[in-house]
């Protein structure tokens, strides 16, 4: 069974940085696509990042410039590295994963960003 678990969030002032990461388990094969979205209280989920198997990115562009996205295929793991982090970035940010089928969510880690 594949479980996508996120880590790394938490409290941080406005500026700063944090980063993300998501370990993909119950699966030998890296997947397709991974991405990260987020959700902010009282709003749908939206994209943030994504990136396949060999390397093409796609960004949200409210964080380009800021949020890079990275994945090691041999473990099956994705990150993202968020610097100049905004009020407006917090949110419960989850991992998703995708071949060609349906797709895989994490629960989520909560980033919170004050001013």
């Known amino acids: 069974q594949v479980q996508l678990v996120e880590s790394g969030g938490g409290l941080v002032q406005a500026g700063g940085s944090l980063r993300l990461s998501c370990a993909a388990s119950?699966?030998?094969?890296?997947?397709?696509?991974m991405g990260w979205y987020r959700q902010a209280p009282g709003k749908q989920r939206e994209l943030v990042a994504t990136?396949?198997?060999?390397?093409?990115?796609n960004y949200a562009d409210s964080v380009k410039g800021r949020f890079t996205i990275s994945r090691d295929n041999a473990k099956n793991t994705v990150y993202l590295r968020m610097n100049s982090l905004k009020p407006e970035d917090t949110a419960v940010y989850y991992c998703?994963?995708?071949?060609?089928?349906?797709?895989?969510w994490g629960r989520g880690t909560q980033v919170t960003v004050s001013s």
């Open positions: 998703n994963a995708l071949d060609y089928g349906p797709d895989y």
């Open positions: 119950g699966r030998i094969f890296s997947f397709r696509v």
């Open positions: 990136i396949t198997r060999d390397g093409s990115i």
